[in-house]
């Protein structure tokens, strides 16, 4: 009895933990194995987009998540993401990230590019990418 | 009849519903960005402007000219280091008109993440956030604080510059140094319709940025050599004035004397100071600035800090900003009033952020504003204004 509860709660611990957290994916091809959450940050919010393997990086923003991904990056909400967007790109000084709308149209960006980053849910992760980083979605920065 | 571009542009924005338009396979995008502004001031002793290219401003009434602006800009990436940036953007301009300017027109190229460079027209980003004042979407209050930006009107240059960045630290350290020439009006302070002219003036400076985790720290150094043109016309009815007043008992020699001599060329050296500290739903600014001009009268010295906090998807925000010249007798220049002149003024602002749909937000701003010496930033002071106005916005600010 004891023992069961103790799997039932393990299980729902787990389920919580798959489902609260997003991995960050690069291709397999890429010679990178790991990035910090600051330089994601940098990545991502177009301040700085070198990756410590020396690659100039090629952010991917996968729309369904992409409220998940930020709050658990920066914890802001998408209307903060996209009132800081404003002031880069209308000033001039930088690109957002690429919007995509589809995983497979991300994923295939990401074989085709060394340099890209994307994001998933970490629960359906396939083979050929790398996770570099997975971000918990329950706590923030 | 002056606000029929603004109308066509926003009537160009209800028939595409489409945002963000990716044209010829994402290479050109097209964006955009406006506010819909309503603001009320209650003196009607002095017309309130946001910034000194506005040539009047409501007093005692109700306008939609101080805040509402469209702009819209087409972003083309060449290949993967060069894009083309090339901005328009209408606004109650100098003449009391929405006449579509162009506000930036740069190749930007970037050959690695840690070089870039922009030739052309690029915006002038003297101070934190300086180059996005027109988007109101990007920042929480209804206008950037007037007491310290109002008086900055150079919004771009047509020069270049370069951004250089690398990991130090924890953090990022950064720079950016830019050089260029002016091309931008500004309206008479006095009132009278004039128009002057601050094309060819020259613009080169420079900021050093460090950011890490939620904080981000600049320090700016800026020359301006200022030249302001006026009409031939204006310059012929001065030497007529200058004649009264050489003879006439009624007219100082001192106040054509002095309009002479805003138009000399001089330095401007600006210094300033910003920081800025974000985490999740708490943002505050801090800015100082420092404005170096022959004489001491008219070295300007002014502040902010702002601190908005979010909850779910409306941010209450406060202000409070001023700004401090050592100033002058309105005698002194020949004027026959009491009182100084020069740029002292503050302004409590409180307000709120709604965010209300997708690339929308509704804002409201009350600002207590108190001037003890009222230069530049209101516009048809009547003499007896006793420095008080409290000003309400209602802002609808967009992006596409």
């Not at chain 2, 995008?29 to 502004?37: A, C, E, K, S």
């Not at chain 2, 404005?291 to 998807?313: C, H, M, P, Q």
Request: glycine content about 8%; hydrophobic content about 40%; overall charge negative.
């Amino acid at each position: 009895m004891k023992i069961l509860s103790v799997a039932f709660l393990s299980c729902l611990l787990l389920a919580g933990f798959a489902r609260a957290d997003i991995a960050v994916v690069v291709t397999v091809d890429s010679p990178l194995r790991t990035v910090s959450q600051n330089d994601l940050i940098n990545v991502f919010m177009g301040r700085y987009r070198r990756l410590p393997t020396g690659e100039t990086a090629l952010p991917v923003d996968l729309s369904p998540l992409k409220a998940r991904f930020y709050r658990a990056l920066v914890d802001k909400d998408l209307a903060e993401i996209n009132s800081y967007w404003a002031r880069l790109i209308f000033s001039g000084q930088a690109s957002p990230p690429l919007q995509m709308q589809e995983s497979d149209e991300m994923l295939q960006y990401i074989r085709r590019n060394p340099g890209a980053l994307g994001y998933l849910d970490a629960a359906a992760v396939p083979d050929d990418v790398r996770i570099v980083l997975q971000l918990s979605e329950r706590q923030a920065p | 009849m002056s606000s029929r571009y603004l109308l066509a542009g926003l009537a160009m924005l209800g028939c595409s519903s489409t945002l963000a338009a990716d044209l010829f396979d994402d290479r050109v995008t097209l964006r955009g960005f406006g506010t819909l502004g309503l603001t009320q001031n209650s003196s009607d002793e002095a017309g309130y402007i946001r910034d000194i290219g506005q040539p009047d401003g409501p007093a005692g009434t109700w306008s939609a000219h101080v805040d509402t602006r469209l702009g819209l800009q087409l972003d083309w990436r060449i290949n993967d280091q060069l894009t083309a940036v090339v901005q328009g953007r209408s606004r109650y301009n100098y003449e009391g008109r929405y006449q579509p300017e162009l506000s930036w027109a740069f190749l930007r190229y970037a050959p690695d993440p840690a070089v870039q460079l922009r030739l052309g027209r690029i915006g002038l980003d003297t101070y934190m956030l300086s180059d996005s004042r027109d988007v109101g979407y990007s920042y929480l209050w209804a206008r950037p604080p007037v007491d310290y930006y109002g008086y900055r009107y150079l919004s771009h240059i047509d020069g270049g510059d370069i951004t250089l960045i690398r990991p130090v630290g924890h953090g990022l350290l950064w720079g950016k140094f830019y050089a260029g020439v002016a091309d931008e009006k500004v309206p008479s302070a006095l009132g009278d319709g004039a128009v002057f002219d601050a094309g060819g003036s020259t613009v080169i400076g420079g900021h050093i940025n460090y950011e890490w985790d939620n904080w981000r720290v600049q320090l700016g150094t800026t020359k301006v050599k200022h030249q302001l043109e006026a009409s031939d016309a204006y310059m012929r009815d001065l030497d007529s004035l200058e004649m009264y007043c050489s003879f006439s008992p009624e007219c100082d020699p001192a106040l054509p004397e002095y309009i002479r001599s805003t138009f000399d060329s001089h330095n401007i050296y600006i210094t300033s100071v910003g920081v800025a500290y974000d985490r999740g739903p708490l943002q505050v600014q801090a800015m100082l600035s420092h404005l170096d001009r022959t004489g001491n009268e008219t070295d300007v010295d002014a502040a902010f800090i702002s601190v908005g906090y979010r909850i779910k998807s409306i941010t209450p925000y406060v202000t409070l900003s001023g700004s401090r010249t050592d100033g002058f007798a309105y005698r002194d220049i020949g004027v026959e009033l009491d009182g100084e002149g020069g740029l002292t003024q503050q302004t409590l602002s409180v307000g709120a952020r709604y965010d209300l749909a997708k690339n929308l937000a509704l804002k409201t701003q009350l600002d207590y504003l108190n001037a003890d010496q009222s230069g530049l930033l209101a516009r048809n002071i009547k003499p007896d204004w006793d420095g008080n106005a409290t000003i309400f916005s209602i802002n609808l600010d967009f992006i596409f």
